[in-house]
């Protein structure tokens, strides 16, 4: 079986971002794996503006953010196999490909990074009762008809959930000629970006129902009409509120989810909130040596933090193929008041990083609180944040010296104004 | 003229057209929609039941138990995938206990195989049982079926024989003249000289074009979850204790790749056409499942559908000429165990055909199809060999069952090939794992208009009508 240095699982914004990492960090020997005809993942068909601004402190477009990463990659002669599948990965990191040239092939890598991004709810996870006309689109299957394939899918369009793709599909159907009658979203608040709500539906007058949901649909061949109903606090339908509108397309942007097949098959711990591995200060899974990074661990707003959370992910590839596993036994990062889920969740407290940037998000929307940082009863970190949303995710900073010797959990939490 | 010709292109009209299509005989079937097994046979338990439950003297009891010990030899023959897991009727205390009394001697009179385990023995097989299960019954012969796969299969062995496909040809009369039946379609009239309507939940329409009918048809409806594949919360199909107002109740039952089943319900329905999925009937699988069984989980659900089981005032399969039209057979009333009998409710239709019809074998028919390829299937070997002479076996289009582009292009190729989204899913599988096509949907849309040689534009989902693009975009 050949052998490899390190084989990165999807060749996205995590991937390409590793890959370059890892490359400059004089990890040479390395495979990108890709099952697109092209590298660059989602990015490609996000035409719309708005990557970069973290990175490259400008506004680029999604392929052109993945272009700049390409050259990165390129320069570095990363080698990306496209059009191939990964169809097994096993715990001791022996990486199984399937692709049209050399058939299935079996390699050994010392190191594994997983960067192979999420998928959207389908209809059946959401449980939309009714017909199964056509019609019913994920968001970002539309946006690939639409802006890879050149072909709009509807003219009167209902967009369940307000996801940023949701969002951003609002926009691009209006501009190409399709009546968006609305957008459902069953929380009391918005899921996407606050500039996205703005630029996206304010800004062309399309009315975003909060507490509603779509609970039926309507249509033999094609999508007809759909029922739309007010949600109580519980989520439940409030008899009586039901609304129809006669649409031939319904969206669905509710919600994206961890691809974990592949770690759920090499027997990798996941967490239940973010649906994505478990990883600890250097992104490493419960299985030695594979690390996980991008839209595949847990789902991000933006693709920036992708592209430093991989980079992270490959430093800690880098560090294990150099030294070996972290000395001792890791402590968690848990989750405190209001928040949903930490990334990464696990810390070496022998061993620590120089610095570590925990990524959480908050539960419901909140004005302002104190972000407090915990290990047992000793504060390390308390810091006022304010205008908390869920669609954002938050930032909590550990220093070396905040996490070395510690004995006892981290907690991290918010600390909510009376 | 066609000697006969078969309404509906569902199990019972799918597998009576292979069977009949060893002999020298000119057969039609005409197929309302737009392929193979779109009601009943498309949405249902996909279980062989093996014929314990039919009352005794019925022709359900008859031909269920002759047609399931069929089914494996068929499933062989066409290469589709049988899978035997076992089914389990569990009782829940004495009063059902009695009723797994009579369901085992029925057993013993059929000569259909069995154990008798206690609640304890068979959750240490089968853990999410119920603690409130006391007594279980265990068909292990019990096998799981693809039912469109079965159906798909023997329409292409028959078309390969000879037999006559109409797609988008329902029936819209019949006139029975001296020596023939005509029939009056949008694809054309057919002249036939036997009709067997099989047209399961519109057969009493087909039936009243001839005669009026001493029967009604009284459609349900049965509405399922599908759990993901990783979620395996059984092995066995788990069923509760069958009752005559509520039928065979809530199951659970392991499809043969993984995916676990969960319902159906049973709701009359005015519309033979209303296959939507319900809250209420939903709701009630949700409740009725945790009757047998714990821990289900619900929340794995990728999609939830609806079936329409052709039921009809007669409580038994109705299997013979009507009564004043010679050569007009009804197979109808075919609801639960259908898809087992199927094979047995051909094999009467043929023996009804027999006594007045000159049946004569046909030595160039083939009983086989060309076996699909499934990469899944194959050792790493025999894939690279594969891979290495035709390259499209290498492209995985369906990143979820990891369906290789070689695999779709297989199924659009072949005799009675599929020319929809849905008709691809239905016989390849990409669309049917957790992502539910969000990926490889696009892909698959190119692939069939290229294939088709049509415009993306005119690429549909299942029926004509259901186009999935609009335009081409402006910009």
Redesign the interface.
Known sequence: MKRVQAVIIGGGSAGLSAAVTLKKNGITDILVIEKDEEPGGILEQCIHNGFGLQTFKEQLSGPAYAERFLRMAEEQNVKILLNTMVTKLTADRIVEYVNAEEGTVQVQADAVILAVGCYERPRGAINITGTRPAGIYTAGQAQRYLNIDGYLVGKRVFILGSGDIGLIMARRMTLEGAKVVGVAEIMPYSNGLPRNMKQCLEDFNIPLYLSHTVTQVYGKDRLEKIEVVEVDENKNPIPGSEQYFEVDTLLLSCGLIPENHLAEEAGIRLDPATKGPVVDDRYMTSAEGIFACGNGLHVHDLVDFVSIQAAKAAEGAVDYLKNGKPAGVPLRITNGNQVSYCVPSQFYPAAPAEKLTVYFRVRTPMDSGTLVVRSGDRVIRSLKKRKLVPSVMEEALLLRKDMEGLTEDITIEIVEEK | MYDIVIIGAGITGSMLSWKLSRYQLKVAVLEKENDIAEGATMANSAVVHVGYDPEDGTLKAELNVKGAQQYEAICKQLHCTYKTVGAYIAACGAEEEQQLLVLKGRADARDIPYRLLTGDEARAEEPNLSENVTQVLDFYTTAVIYPWEVAIACMESACQNGTDLFLNAPCLNINKHEDCYVIETPKGIFRTKYVVNAAGVHAEEIHNMIAKADWHATPRKGEYY?LDQ?AQPIRHIIFPVPSREKGKGVLAIPTVYGNTLIGPNSDFLDDP?D?????E??AYVRTNISKTLKNIPLNR?????AGIRPTTTCPDFIVEEVAGAPHFIDAVSIESPGLASSPAIADRIISILAESLQLTENPDADMSRRKPVVLADMT?EE??AL??KE??????IC??E?ISEGEILDCIRRPCGAKTVKGIKKRARPGMG??????C??KI??ILAAELGIS??DV????????????????
Do not use: M, W
């Not at chain 2, 390259?391 to 995985?396: R, V």
């Not at chain 2, 957790?434 to 990926?439: E, H, L, M, T």
């Not at chain 2, 029926?463 to 402006?474: V, Y």
């Open positions: 599908v990783d056409d296959n939507g999925t319900t809250v009937g939903l659900s990728i999609r939830t559908f790493p894939r690279n891979i290495a390259p499209a076996y290498g492209k995985i990143r979820c990891q957790r992502c539910q096509g969000g990926f949907e696009p849309v190119h993306p534009l549909v989902y299942d029926s004509e009508k259901s186009n999935i693009l609009e335009s081409e975009n402006r910009l």
